[in-house]
């Protein structure tokens, strides 16, 4: 009978992730307990995780916060690798990833950066060529690229995967709006840990969000392309597993708190999408928007 508890703190792909690989490893004594506000049911704003796309690209940098976060990313690529072989509906598959920047930053540029952020992906390899060049790999006006084995995951899909695993193997949930992570040492018989996975956490003052829209259209694309635009912006196209539809984004618009979708994001959102995301033949200009999506990014100055 166990007479310990473990409890996490958050029900986002993090808190569930957490949780997940915590019960793998707990004692015959101890038991876990997941205490959230929002579960894979909610489609709250503030819930990020089922409104992601979502894939994997990395992000070159040389600081040591980048090369702690390039080290996840690799151990993150290698689990979900086994993780879409064995679980096929767990909502997650390997497909291409494309990468175009029209301006790409410093680190981009930096070769042994990027190599050790992208080296460990399979079929790695960099896009050659450049406006100049007639035989080139890169579109008009890109002139850096790279593809890749990546993975795309259904977010929705696999939250509740991941939420199913944790209640079949013996794991609790307790829907709850925490003010203080003390509290959640109360929340149960002989808590031994709290592991606090809740986002913008409690009173952090460096802890952010971030706005983004994205619109979720019934478009089938084969593979994951990410384009950088001269100005800075950002845009995507992320198909989701098991007819999920595909993401299309998106912004990223920081201290912005607007829960309402933009008509004019989604215009000039479907407009880049046309023009550079290789949807099939006859639908690049007719999207089906199944749904506007806005959801607000949990982040943190530092990390």
């Known amino acids: 009978m166990p007479n310990e508890t473990i409890v996490i703190i958050g029900a986002g792909i993090i808190g569930l992730s957490t949780a997940h690989h915590i019960q793998q490893h707990l004692a015959p004594t101890q038991s876990l307990l997941v205490v959230a506000r929002d579960f894979p049911s909610s489609t709250s704003i503030d819930y990020t995780s089922p409104w992601a796309g979502a894939h994997y690209r990395p992000i070159p940098g040389t600081s040591a916060q980048a090369r702690k976060e390039a080290n996840q990313a690799r151990r993150t690529y290698e689990h979900f690798k086994g993780l879409s072989a064995s679980e096929p509906d767990a909502g997650i598959r390997f497909i291409e990833g494309i990468e175009h920047l029209e301006a790409p930053p410093a680190e981009y540029v930096d070769g042994n950066g990027v190599d050790a952020a992208y080296g460990h992906l399979d079929s790695f390899r960099h896009l050659g060529g450049g406006d100049d060049d007639d035989g080139?790999?890169?579109?008009?006006?890109?002139?850096?690229?790279?593809?890749?084995?990546?993975?795309?995951?259904?977010?929705?899909?696999?939250?509740?995967?991941?939420?199913?695993?944790?209640?079949?193997?013996?794991?609790?949930?307790?829907?709850?709006?925490?003010?203080?992570?003390?509290?959640?040492?109360?929340?149960?018989?002989?808590?031994?840990?709290?592991?606090?996975?809740?986002?913008?956490?409690?009173?952090?003052?460096?802890?952010?969000?971030?706005?983004?829209?994205?619109?979720?259209?019934?478009?089938?694309?084969?593979?994951?392309?990410?384009?950088?635009?001269?100005?800075?912006?950002?845009?995507?196209?992320?198909?989701?597993?098991?007819?999920?539809?595909?993401?299309?984004?998106?912004?990223?618009?920081?201290?912005?708190?607007?829960?309402?979708?933009?008509?004019?994001?989604?215009?000039?959102?479907?407009?880049?999408?046309?023009?550079?995301?290789?949807?099939?033949?006859?639908?690049?200009?007719?999207?089906?928007?199944?749904?506007?999506?806005?959801?607000?990014?949990?982040?943190?100055?530092?990390?």
Not at 157 to 163: D, E, H, I, V
Not at 211 to 219: A, E, P, S
Request: glycine share 10%; with cysteine; aromatic share 8%.
């Open 136 to 303: 080139s790999e890169l579109p008009a006006g890109v002139r850096w690229g790279v593809r890749y084995k990546t993975y795309v995951v259904n977010s929705p899909l696999y939250c509740a995967f991941l939420l199913r695993r944790i209640v079949s193997n013996g794991g609790r949930t307790r829907a709850c709006t925490l003010s203080n992570a003390e509290e959640a040492f109360r929340l149960d018989r002989n808590v031994r840990a709290v592991i606090n996975c809740s986002g913008l956490g409690f009173g952090d003052d460096k802890s952010f969000i971030i706005r983004g829209q994205t619109c979720l259209v019934d478009n089938p694309c084969s593979i994951t392309l990410t384009r950088q635009i001269a100005d800075g912006e950002w845009s995507f196209c992320v198909p989701r597993p098991l007819g999920g539809g595909t993401i299309i984004g998106g912004t990223k618009q920081l201290h912005d708190w607007d829960p309402n979708p933009s008509l004019e994001t989604r215009s000039k959102i479907l407009e880049n999408a046309a023009k550079w995301f290789p949807f099939p033949a006859g639908s690049e200009r007719e999207f089906n928007v199944i749904r506007d999506i806005v959801g607000r990014r949990p982040a943190r100055e530092g990390g």
